[in-house]
Structures are given as structure tokens and as C-alpha cells.
């Protein structure tokens, strides 16, 4: 197949997810999880350019992200992969999965690769599982919105539904979170909390439920930090409600209910569409071309 002049690109949007439920198996399309979260304005500029050598960057930096090289693997391709972000890194935003999501949007165009976006998502998230490093941010990042995950899997066996609405989204974050370690280990306690917070969602559907469901969750799945806690219990007693980024040392308020505790959060908003391919070169930040206001606030120094 005729490769194109240059690279291809694509926009990922970030995703916090508020509460989930673990559901392993054999075959990495079937796996996945159910639950909710948000997408974020804050995402993932990811370039793909043909090349000999394989390589992959990372705000300039050489970087090794083994969902990457999966989607490259599965595509049969090389590139040299470059990816631009806002977010932090390990923290609970779905990085890794906005990176072989990117990857693989921008390689099917790059290399005239002619898969539809079904065929893509699969493919993204089945790297994501088979490297340990998320089991649902792939289908909701290619969604968009506040996404619900009602069956789990790729788009061949999950089901998807989401919230009808659109919030502003502050974050804090205090560091990294092994998304490995924690799904590697005893998922029991967490799968029974979530499959409780997912029920009462589908029962009421909107932003505020979602918020004190993952607030439960974060509780009930005992995955809560001491940082964390303090944070989210400040959020509370100003009147907001907060919870945990899973999986990360992250506190997420919808609305200002961070900036109300006296924090200095990061500010984005959610983002109404999935994953897309860009027309131009990423942009020298990772909002995509519709988003243009300049963020209120930095934590990065957090």
C-alpha cells in the first residue's frame, strides 16, 4: 500500500474514570470493564510519520510505551511516533490508551491502512489489556463525552451509553498510580463496588450522580490515599463533592468544587466528541483546533 508525503495526526481527549468494575478474560477483545468517567479537553496530539527505525516520543522526550508498539505491531508497520500532551503522566487521565488510540487512527491514515474505526478501536484495546495498562479508556476515549461502559470489551461485545451533559472538570494531582499492580492484584472488592455504583447511575443518569457514585466508590474499593482523602474531604466540607481518578494519586471535581476548597486546580472541561484525525500538524499544545481558549490554571508543578 502507497504510503502518504507526511506524517498523520490525531487528537485523543483524556479520560477520568469515576468508579469501575474489573472483568478479565482469555481472549483481550472480550476483556474489558464496565463503569463511567469523563473525558477531558486535556488529551494526547499524537503524529505518526513512516520510518525504518521505530521510535516514540513523548513531549520531546524518547519514551517506550508498550500499547504503542502492540498497535504498530498488529499494523505491521514503522514509525516514528510523537505525541504532545498537557496531561500527567500515570495519574489516572488514560494516557497510554490516548497514545495507542492516537497511534493507531494516525497510522491507518499514514500508511493508507483502510480499517474502519471499529477495526482501529479493537485493535487499540487489545494493546491496552495485553500490556496491563487500562481496560476501558480506549472505547471511551473513542467516544467522547461522559461515557457510561455497560458491557465490557472492544466495540464488537461492549455496550456503551453516557451522560447527556457536559461540565467543567478541575483536577489536582499528587503523582503516579501502577494501573498494573493494582489489576493484577485481588479486584474483588472493587469489581462488587463498581458493578453498585454502575446500577445506580443506570437508574438516574446525571452529572451529580455520577460525582457521589465515584466518591462512593473510591471508599467502598478501599483505594483511597491519605493525600487523596484530605483533598476530597476540603471538597466536601465547602459544599462541592470530589473523588479519586482511577487509576491515579489524582483528585477530579466537577464544576469548581476544588477551586471552592481554596485549591489551585488544573481546568478543562469535558469534551464532546471521541478521538479524531486532525486535517494539519498537531498543534504545539494538545487541545485539539476547536479548543482554543487558554487553560485557567496549571498544577503541573504539583
Given amino acids: 500500500m502507497v504510503e502518504q508525503d507526511g506524517p498523520a495526526c490525531a487528537f485523543v481527549p483524556g479520560h477520568v474514570t469515576g468508579f469501575f468494575s474489573s472483568h478479565p478474560d482469555e481472549d483481550p477483545e472480550r476483556a474489558g470493564s464496565r463503569g463511567a468517567g469523563v473525558t477531558l479537553t486535556d488529551g494526547v496530539a499524537v503524529e505518526v510519520t513512516p520510518a525504518e527505525d521505530a521510535e516514540m516520543r513523548l513531549d520531546g522526550d524518547s519514551i517506550t510505551v508498550e500499547p504503542v508498539a502492540r498497535v504498530l505491531d498488529a499494523l505491521s508497520v514503522s514509525a516514528r511516533v510523537t505525541a504532545t500532551t498537557d496531561l500527567p503522566l500515570g495519574a489516572g487521565f488514560g494516557v497510554s490508551g490516548a497514545m495507542a488510540l492516537g ?36 472505547v471511551a476515549q473513542a467516544r467522547g463525552g461522559v461515557p457510561i461502559r455497560l458491557e465490557p470489551g472492544g466495540p464488537r461485545y461492549n455496550r456503551l451509553d453516557g451522560v447527556p451533559a457536559g461540565t467543567r472538570v478541575e483536577y489536582l494531582t499528587f503523582g503516579e498510580l501502577s494501573t498494573e499492580s493494582v489489576l493484577s492484584g485481588d479486584t474483588e472488592r472493587l469489581t462488587e463496588a463498581g458493578l453498585e455504583s454502575l446500577s445506580t447511575l443506570v437508574e438516574e443518569p446525571t452529572l451529580p450522580t455520577f460525582a457521589y457514585v465515584s466518591r462512593r466508590f473510591a471508599r467502598e474499593a478501599g483505594l483511597l490515599t491519605d493525600p487523596v482523602r484530605e483533598v476530597i474531604e476540603d471538597v466536601s466540607d465547602a459544599g462541592g463533592e470530589a473523588s479519586m481518578a482511577m487509576l491515579g494519586h489524582t483528585v477530579f471535581a466537577l464544576g469548581t468544587g476544588l477551586s471552592d476548597a481554596g485549591y489551585d486546580p488544573t481546568i478543562c472541561h469535558t469534551h464532546a466528541a471521541g478521538a479524531t484525525l486532525l486535517a494539519d500538524e498537531p498543534r504545539r499544545d494538545s487541545r485539539p483546533p476547536w479548543q482554543s481558549p487558554p487553560r485557567a490554571n496549571n498544577a503541573g508543578d504539583l
Fill in 103 to 138: 497511534t493507531a487512527l494516525a497510522a491507518n491514515e499514514a500508511f493508507d491502512r483502510r480499517l474502519s474505526e471499529n477495526d482501529l478501536i479493537t485493535i487499540a484495546h487489545e494493546a491496552e489489556v495485553l500490556s496491563g495498562t487500562g481496560l476501558g479508556d480506549v
